[in-house]
């Protein structure tokens, strides 16, 4: 057993063990981890966003290659900043009024193609050159699929053929949300397991 | 309170200790359970060797801290894939947290960049965060050099050799995203994928992969790596076992700390029911 | 221009033109009109956008814990102390040399930072196994199909499920291909009709709810 003696993994450590301190329960430890973790991110996101503003908007207009770009981002950024204005706070609307329309440009093609028509497609593809469990998964799959839509259905009231359909469309979200249970188990528990490993291993050195 | 409610109403600090008692013991007395290779994981690692000579890839580490653990690992073994072949590739980030991630596992591998022989600005170029997530994936395709302006380093764009033809989506052969969200994987297949038809492999959280799975199905999405246990296939097949291979009996021994409480809570569950129901009738 | 114009109208004007631009430069390409360099640039300008309002994010919360620790909001204040002091720490770091380069600003975020955030993020495994034995209970059919699906992903997930059985993950991969794929493309698809109807409405000024106060 050879303990750490790299001064970064022992603030590591301490660090790890002060916010494994609410499992027991809530206390001052804890809480002072928590807001050292909130500084730190705040910090670091700040430096890297002001990173990307310098290099894509304010660099360009200081220096020439880019004064109409540069100028224009620069004053929809800094109209954002009127939100603090009890008189002029609606001009940040004008930004964010690029920001929703270019967005929402953006995602109504985005969705309609990839998502909504490659879907769909995928949905009604029956795999016909393979194994028979192929095309009766691919057949399941697409009733399944059309059940689980017709869950969402509430134009009609959900009784007597549709209430059978919603039901097999419940069933089948219910499966596809144990799936997920499943992926968010192994996730967490990679998390604990490295934090762990950090513990026993680079710090206290125990293999 | 009878034997069933005590153990019902257990003090969940002693199911923590369990938890915590069991993985440190595997971790301490590893097993060395086999560990067989998913398809998905085997199209992600062909998908980066089937590239001809020369081809450049983006590299979008799309993730921060909280999902080092699991993507991480992935990290480490696709750029230790990318070193070790003759491909080039461009890492960029739609999360604030990319930069820093992909400098630290930069930095763990420079021996091995070294002796690979790859020079930064020729066959590698590290950028700096954009912020947008879809605006941003939507920027980069379609203007990726105006988009970034300058490496992470400073280097305006312009001088670095790796990015002199770097235009739209179309001039990169592949698409990586190792990501831990949104923005992430859908960004991607609306403003990358769909537009340009370029092809797309993707490293995902154990959370996300079944959301993902049917854009894998449908072919959307070429190859994926689901979680630690993708990424410890993936580091069998890179040749580099590491972090995530020696992780997968505590994996498993926290699997099954998980699925025995579930069958047990509800084994004590029926117990009671049934023995509440006979004291009724 | 009245401000009635500055405030409602224009707002909504522009979102129109620029979701416009945006959605035919993806079917039409007239270089003679500038339509491609705008798209490019205006995705670049939301980029920014959003880059500044992330500032405007931070900003907003350094001025919450300056109010804790003016008021000395019981509980908070000191706490509020140390937000800003080491979010200052980390931004006058991240200015020396090249932004965010610096091997001190690296540090900052590989030990401190990584190791408190993976941590916090760990204890939902904690959560997860304590409510796997308190709450799980199979008490319908939909609640038996979650569970059994959940057991039979985990054990294709662990090495350990094979090791019991060679039908487990085989399994396993079944539920995640048909009935978890079935499941999320049916959400998929259903969300992209819905986001494809509620980015209609934003676009043509329905919703007035994305924009702030007016």
Redesign the interface.
Known sequence: MAISTDPSVWVAALLTIMAYTIIYKDNPLYKLAEHILVGLSAGYLFIQTWKMIYNSSLLPLFNGSGLLFGGITLVLGVLLFTKFSKKYFWLSNISIAVLVGTATGLTVRGYLFAQLIEQVKASIKVVTALQPLDIFNSVLSLIMVVCTLAYFLFTFEQKGALGWIAKFGRYTMMAAFGAAYGGTVMTRLTIFIQRMQYLLFTWLGLA | MSTLEKVEKIDRRIVYLVLIIVVAAVLLRPIGLPIPISSSTKKYYDAINSLPPGSVVALGVDFDAGALPELGPMLEATLKQLFASDKKFVIFSLWGGGPAVSTIYLNKLKGLIESSGKKYGEDYVLLPYIAGGETAAAALAKDFKNTVKNDYYGTPVDQIPLLKNLNTAKDFALLITITAGTPGVEEYLRQWVSPFGIKFIVGALGVSAPNYMPYYTSGQIYGMIQGLRGAAEYELLVGSPSIAVSSMDALSAGHIVTIVFILLGNAVFLLRKYSRKEVKS | MS?TF??KE???I??????????VS?FVSAPEIYL?PL??????????????????G??T??IIHVNHIIKRTKGQWY??I??????????VV??IG????HPY??????????????????????Y???A???????RS???L???????????????????IWSGF?VI??????????????????????G??AI??R??LGKEKG?????
């Open positions: 401000s500055l405030n224009l707002p909504i522009l979102i129109f033109v620029t979701g416009v631009i945006m959605i993806y491609d798209a490019g640039n205006l995705s670049q300008a939301a980029s920014l956008i959003a880059a500044y309002a992330t500032i405007l931070i900003v919360l350094a706490y509020s140390i937000v800003l002091a080491l979010a200052l720490l980390m931004i991240g200015f090249e932004l965010g380069t600003f690296i540090w900052l975020y590989q030990y401190p930072l990584i190791a408190l955030d993976t941590t916090i993020y760990s204890l939902l495994a904690f997860i196994v304590s796997a034995f308190r709450a799980f209970k199979v059919v939909e609640a199909i979650l569970v059994v699906s959940g057991i039979f992903v985990m054990l294709m997930n662990a090495p350990v499920g094979a090791a993950p396993g991969n079944w539920v995640m291909t048909v009935p978890n794929t079935s499941g999320f493309r049916g959400f998929i698809i259903g969300a992209a009709i986001a494809i980015g209609l934003v676009l994305v924009l702030g106060r007016s």
